[in-house]
């Protein structure tokens, strides 16, 4: 059973940066193989996809987040990372990695969840 455990979370001032991991276990094949995506979700919004790695560690980025957020993966490590810097109050919400074996990108579906790590950002 794949478990995806997010850390990192917190609030910090608008501005500040922030760096979010997701440690993966429990996957069939080799964690290498999956997308793996950062998505987020405000009170009251939908969830939405923030960025995504493939296999080959291509990108994707939401706009909002584009020249500010850096996905990066160690497949050594079974781990995600999310480092957001110029951090705006709108960037606020609880964050989720999720995992995917076939196709990537920003929206879902993702097969498997963690369950998310809050980041809160203040003005």
């Known amino acids: 059973q794949v478990q995806l455990v997010e850390?990192?979370?917190g609030s910090v001032q608008?501005?500040?940066?922030?760096?979010?991991s997701c440690v993966g276990s429990g996957f069939p094949h080799i964690y290498g193989v999956y997308c793996m995506g950062w998505f987020r979700q405000a009170p009251g919004?939908?969830?939405?996809?923030?960025?995504?790695?493939t296999s080959t560690s291509g990108t994707y980025y939401a706009d909002s987040v584009k020249d500010r957020f850096h996905i990066s993966r160690d497949n050594t490590k079974n781990t995600l990372y999310l480092q957001m810097n110029s951090l705006k109050p709108e960037d606020s919400g609880m964050y989720y990695c999720a995992a995917r074996?076939?196709?990537?990108?920003?929206t879902e579906p993702y097969s498997d969840w963690g369950r998310g790590t809050q980041v809160t950002v203040s003005s």
Not at 14 to 20: C, K, Q, T
Not at 45 to 53: P, S
Not at 101 to 106: D, E, H, S, V
């Open 101 to 106: 074996r076939y196709g990537c990108g920003l």
């Open 7 to 9: 850390s990192g979370g």
């Open 45 to 53: 919004k939908a969830r939405e996809g923030v960025a995504a790695i």
């Open 14 to 20: 608008a501005g500040g940066s922030l760096r979010v």
